[in-house]
């Protein structure tokens, strides 16, 4: 009897630490892929359309994380400028990354403890952003 009475609380705490482990993870990896991306549109100079480029290398290896591209927005913005590219020496270009994570265990185990708890645990935006200098 005891053990049914501590089950939902346990799973709660269960599952609360694989949630947020995912999250974390989903969190670290938005922002090596920002970063990876801040770095790539400020040394390609020549190479083509550079915001396609970053765009691109942003998508696959958010892809190769298994992250979904629907879930995403990606900006990149130059001396704080969204939409703009640096092509001079000196300017601060980036990219910022926002990512929105579905709570998928989460929820319904809250519902377990109290009905309509679990409504509040839904999705959280994740939002990572990287500056570097071109040189």
Known sequence: MEFLLLL???LAIVFGIVEFGIA?????VITNVSRE???LA????NFGNKETLVRDRVDSLLVGSSLNLTKRTTT???DGVAGALCGGAG????VQIEYEH???VLGPVMDLLCVGCGSNYGT????AVSTMRTE
Request: one cysteine or more.
């Open 8 to 10: 939902p609380i346990l």
């Open 24 to 28: 974390w993870r989903t969190s670290q």
């Open 37 to 39: 991306g801040a770095r």
């Open 42 to 45: 400020v040394v390609s100079r």
């Open 76 to 78: 990149l913005y130059c």
């Open 91 to 94: 300017q601060s270009g980036g």
């Open 102 to 104: 579905t709570f998928v």
């Open 124 to 127: 959280i935006t994740l939002s």
